[in-house]
């Protein structure tokens, strides 16, 4: 079993991380009238346990030729990876204060150019083809680095998702590992009502997968599964994370309509302050 092996100087307090994630993405979306916070909030905590505890990353050599690969082809939640990427030290958390800005470098969607972001993404339904690339390009160069590919359930829509999954599990690329953030919901619908998943963890074991379902806001289950990679010895490994999108503002939680809307002064106040509270 490969367990992580971030030193445990780079490990972090991962609930204090999560918590800054959502207030920074709170404060970028609130500034530039932006949207997505509901699918920010959703993986959050997924973001902060691979950052804080999992990935083999180094902030000061993001392009280190074995670092773990990671792409979150939900890359509308771009203020997530920034402030999640700022917080760890990948670049000055300053920046997030021009996030969207004209000319920018963070644009609304993830960008590739931002340091420690692999792929641009946006588009969605492509990263996991794109990760399985990486993953087979460090099964070739026997390198002993993971990839990571954060995908949204609606994304898994795409049939670009199952060609890529079926590759996978045909080549057995156990390095390589997917985290869905199982929201249960799509922009402004409900993922059964628009195009049922289910049974999805079987629809994923069929094409060669190990899976594991996880409370996606759990951090020690998240930890737990993360650190034993991989889930099965030669097969990928996906976990279906469940979680509730715009977790940790309760006016937030599982109502769709934060998907595009953009808190105001006063929203803004009383969504910090109950992030602030849930200490
Ligand atoms: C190929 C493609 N089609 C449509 C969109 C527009 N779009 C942005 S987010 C989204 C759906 C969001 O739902 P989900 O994928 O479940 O992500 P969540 O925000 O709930 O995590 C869509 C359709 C897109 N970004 N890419």
């Not at 905590?45 to 074995?66: E, K």
């Not at 692999?118 to 083809?129: D, I, K, R, V, Y």
């Not at 999805?200 to 289950?221: L, N, P, Q």
Request: glycine share 8%; hydrophobic share 40%.
């Amino acid at each position: 079993m490969n367990s992580c092996a971030s030193p445990s100087d780079n490990r972090v307090d991962t609930a204090d991380l999560a918590r800054r994630i959502r207030k920074d993405v709170l404060r970028m979306v609130h500034r530039t009238r932006a949207s997505h916070v509901g699918s920010c909030f959703s993986m959050a905590d997924m973001m902060a346990v691979l950052y804080g505890r999992c990935l083999r990353i180094d902030p000061l050599h993001p392009d280190a030729a074995d670092r773990d690969r990671v792409v979150v082809s939900k890359g509308h939640a771009a203020a997530a990876v920034y402030a999640t990427l700022a917080n760890r030290g990948f670049f000055p958390l300053e920046w997030l204060d021009h996030y969207t800005e004209n000319g920018g470098l963070l644009a609304g969607h993830a960008s590739h150019n931002v340091p420690g972001i692999e792929l641009s993404t946006g588009s969605l339904g492509h990263g996991l083809s794109v990760g399985t690339g990486m993953a087979l390009a460090a099964r070739v160069q026997q390198s002993e680095r993971r990839t990571f590919v954060v995908l949204s359930d609606g994304e898994c829509d795409e049939g670009s998702i199952w060609e890529a999954a079926l590759f996978a599990g045909h080549h057995g690329l156990d390095n390589l590992t997917v985290l869905v953030d199982y929201n249960k919901i799509q922009s402004f619908g409900r993922v059964a009502d628009i195009l049922r998943l289910e049974p999805f963890a079987d629809k994923w074991r069929s094409f060669g997968w190990a899976v594991r379902e996880v409370d996606g806001h759990d951090h020690a289950a998240l930890a737990e599964t993360l650190e034993s990679l991989p889930l099965s010895a030669g097969q990928p490994g996906v976990l279906l994370c469940h979680t509730v999108k715009g977790k940790g503002v309760s006016f937030m939680e599982d109502q769709m309509v934060w998907h595009y809307k953009s808190p105001n002064d006063e929203q803004l106040a009383q969504a910090l302050r109950e992030l602030e509270n849930a200490r």
